[in-house]
């Protein structure tokens, strides 16, 4: 049971880390193409947050809980690489409530009132949240695996 647990802990990193990067990458090129397509692509972000960040961060939290507890004593709740883990998915998930989403959100509808001011300065606050977001789940994984203060 541990290794299916920590195979879904895994695939869920993989998912939420994965999705952070197409986001990242394909912005530029997508958002440069057109209003239409860019306004698109910042709708899809949207949906990306429901369909694919949202249940990796509640299957990364879930599995995590889980794993502490088929760890036979090994590790407790309060183990900091524990503990950086919870804060990164607390932190994912504020970013992406506060200011990824409704940012997308408007972004969207700035490209479709060709208001290019507003959408760039919405664009690059969402990037930046979404590669601290990134940075902080990289910091967690590289936490995870020395199993910092363990």
């Known amino acids: 049971m541990f290794e299916l647990m920590q195979f ?3 695939l869920g990193v993989a998912a939420w ?5 197409v986001r990242a990458f394909a912005r530029g090129p997508l958002t440069r193409k057109d209003d239409e397509t860019a306004a698109a692509w910042h709708r899809l972000t949207v949906s990306m947050g429901r369909v694919i960040h949202t249940p990796a961060a ?4 879930v599995t995590g809980f889980g ?16 503990v950086v883990g919870i804060l990164a998915v607390v932190i994912g998930a504020v970013l992406a409530m506060t200011v990824i989403g409704p940012n997308g959100r ?15 300065a919405l664009s690059r606050r969402s990037s930046l949240v979404g590669w601290v977001d990134t940075a902080v ?3 967690a994984v590289l936490v995870m695996v020395t199993r910092w203060g363990a």
């Not at 509640?58 to 939290?61: A, D, G, N, P």
């Not at 700035?110 to 959408?119: N, P, S, T």
């Open 106 to 120: 408007r972004i969207a509808a700035a490209y479709e009132r060709a208001d290019h001011e507003q959408a760039a």
């Open 8 to 10: 879904l802990h895994i």
């Open 137 to 139: 789940l990289a910091f």
């Open 58 to 61: 509640i299957v990364v939290f």
């Open 67 to 82: 794993l502490v507890g088929l760890a036979e004593g090994a590790y407790s709740m309060s183990d900091p690489f524990v």
């Open 17 to 21: 880390f994965g999705a952070n990067l």
